[in-house]
Structures are given as structure tokens and as C-alpha cells.
């Protein structure tokens, strides 16, 4: 397994970094379902894979519990990762945010249900704009003084939030963040217009999540009559009808001409652009897991990146993925 800088810190994290974000969501299967998460935690550690993330709001908790489980006897050889911002209880206007009394009381909270003393990265889910930036970095900077957490994270920020995060941690003499987690792949490159950018001008880590856009670039899409896939059933914000069905087609036939899926040509995309620290990969079984871990390795010659260029020019945007993921008052659907 290749292995990469996290940013600035100099931990080590593998290419491919396994996110949790399904752990926990089907009750009615509860008992197997666990069994095969923490199996394929236990698979993606066993062929290097030594970063994992999650979020108090999957699940409400669960995956976090989950995933607990699936790390003892493990926990000192990998680079745990969790977020806080999502509502955590509906009857508590205070249970969500990025309020210092939120961040100190999430943490506490995700460090019970991960069975842990501390949290290697840990991650603003999402930006509030209400709340002043001083606020949620103390909050962060007195967890990482107390042993708490390691490193503190932002996800899904916009570049000029980033920045005033990175000047004013300067100015209260915080560590401030050190990674960004931004939504990342072929259908919506808008990241690279200034985000990325200023994460390799200041040397943050940069963590994709989505990188096979829901699964609209694995190719299951294109044939009718897709059963099983995310919006397969139902797709309430028209994601679907969005998709470049011709483009998507000639990346599919550049992937066949190089003798690889279409998902293994997108996430080796995703992992092969500059800054870019360990795309966010799921499974739903040990084939696809070990595929998505290899095809993060895969390198592509410039021949080939300025091929994928063609189809996607840099930059663009076809799928309006990012603003369909969230509901009021900041909660993640």
C-alpha cells in the first residue's frame, strides 16, 4: 500500500482511506450487517489501509460504535478520523453546530462510542457561517491540549472559509486545521478552481469524499433497470437526470482502451491529482473494497490525464451532488 503525508504533520496515511458513512444504516439486518463491517474494517486494515473515517451523525452514533469495535487491538496502527457538526438530537437546539459547547460535547461523546482515548483527525463537518471561527477553533485547540484529539480538520469548506480558518488559528496561536475533506471527482471538479489550490499552496491535506459521485461513475447508471444502486429507487434530487450520459460514455470506452472499469479509471483519477492525500472509499463486499484500494494505487500517464481532461475539463461542474446533501439548520441527509 502507498502511503502519504497527511498535510503538514507528517503522518503517514494510506492512499485509500475507508469511510464508514454506511456502517449502521440498515437495523432490520442489524446482526449481519455489523459482523461484515467490522470484517471489512479488519480486510481493508490487512491490506494497509490505515485510515479510517466516520462521523458522530452516520447513523446517529452507530457507525462510530461500529467502527469502535472493529478497531480494539488495532487502534494504535491506524489514523482514526470523525467529524461532529450533525444534529445529534431534535428535541436539542444546542445538539448540533460548531459552538465550543457542541465541539466539547461531541468529542466527549465520539470518543465513548469509538471506545478510545483520543482521535487522530478531527473534523468540522461542515462550515456555520452563525458562528464566529474563533469559537470552533479554541473549542478544537483545547481538545488537542487536553490529549483529546490529535489534529483538527475542516470538511467541505469553502476556500475563502478555509483561509480566514488558517489566519485567524495564526492569530490565537491554535494549530488551527490541517486538512480539508471536500467533495471531489469527475462530475464536480469545481474544487480545483480555488480550494485546492490554497490546500497545496499551505500544505493541507486534502481527504475527497465521493469520489465515484454516489456511484454515478462506476457505470452501474447506464444500463436500465439498475437494481440495488444508491438511487436506484429513489433519487429526490434528480441527480440522474443531471448526468452527462454521453460524456460518461466516452470516459467509460477510454477506460476500456486502458484496460480498466470505469470506477477503477475515476478513483485513480481522483488519486493521482496534485495535493490530493487519500481519496474516501466505501464496500459492500470484500471484491469491491480490494478493487477501489487498488485502483487508488493505479498510476496513470499524463497521455491518459489529459485524455480524462477532454471529457471533463477542469474545473467543471455537472451534478449538482454537493447542495442535494443537506437539510435545514445544517443537518446531513
Known amino acids: 500500500m502507498e502511503y502519504r503525508s497527511l498535510g503538514r504533520t507528517g503522518v503517514q496515511v494510506s492512499v485509500a482511506c475507508m469511510g464508514t458513512m454506511t456502517f449502521g444504516w440498515e437495523p432490520d439486518d442489524w ?23 466516520t462521523a458522530d451523525v452516520y447513523a446517529r452514533g452507530v457507525s462510530e460504535t461500529i467502527l469502535g469495535k472493529a478497531l480494539k487491538g488495532r487502534r494504535d496502527r491506524v489514523v482514526l478520523a470523525t467529524k461532529c457538526h450533525g444534529k445529534m438530537d431534535d428535541a436539542d437546539p444546542n445538539a448540533w453546530g460548531n459552538s465550543y459547547r457542541h465541539i466539547v460535547e ?7 462510542r469509538l471506545g478510545t482515548d483520543w482521535i487522530d483527525l478531527y473534523q468540522i463537518h461542515r462550515p456555520q457561517p452563525a458562528v464566529p471561527i474563533d469559537e470552533t477553533l479554541r473549542a478544537l485547540d483545547d481538545l488537542r491540549r487536553a490529549g483529546k484529539i490529535r489534529y483538527a480538520g475542516c470538511s467541505t469548506f469553502a476556500a475563502w472559509q478555509v483561509c480566514e480558518a488558517h489566519y485567524v488559528a495564526k492569530e490565537l496561536g491554535a494549530a488551527g486545521f490541517v486538512t480539508e475533506q471536500p467533495p471531489y471527482n469527475l462530475l464536480d471538479r469545481r474544487v480545483e478552481r480555488e480550494l485546492l489550490p490554497f ?3 499551505y500544505d493541507y491535506g486534502v481527504i475527497p469524499w465521493s469520489p465515484l459521485a454516489g456511484g454515478m461513475l462506476s457505470g452501474k447508471y447506464l444500463e436500465p433497470g439498475t437494481k440495488g444502486a444508491r438511487y436506484s429507487a429513489s433519487d429526490p434530487g434528480g441527480r440522474l437526470k443531471q448526468v452527462p450520459v454521453a460524456k460518461l460514455r466516452r470516459l467509460k470506452a477510454l477506460a476500456e482502451r486502458n484496460e480498466m472499469s470505469l470506477a477503477t479509471l475515476s478513483l485513480a483519477w481522483v488519486a493521482s491529482q496534485p495535493g490530493i492525500t487519500s481519496p474516501i472509499i466505501g464496500a459492500r463486499s470484500e471484491q469491491q473494497l480490494r478493487e477501489s484500494a487498488a485502483a487508488c494505487e493505479r498510476k496513470l500517464s499524463p497521455k491518459l ?3 480524462v481532461d477532454e471529457i471533463f475539463e477542469p474545473g467543471s461542474h455537472h ?15
Request: proline share 2%; aromatic share 10%; hydrophobic share 35%.
Open 106 to 112: 461531541a468529542c466527549d461523546a465520539s470518543l465513548r
Open 31 to 53: 446482526g449481519s450487517h455489523e459482523e461484515e463491517a467490522i470484517r471489512l474494517t479488519h480486510v481493508a486494515n490487512d491490506i494497509g489501509i490505515n485510515f479510517f473515517d
Open 199 to 201: 490546500c497545496r499552496t
Open 305 to 307: 490525464l489529459k485524455a
Open 319 to 333: 451534478v449538482n451532488y454537493y447542495s442535494a446533501n443537506f437539510g435545514p439548520n445544517g443537518r446531513v441527509r
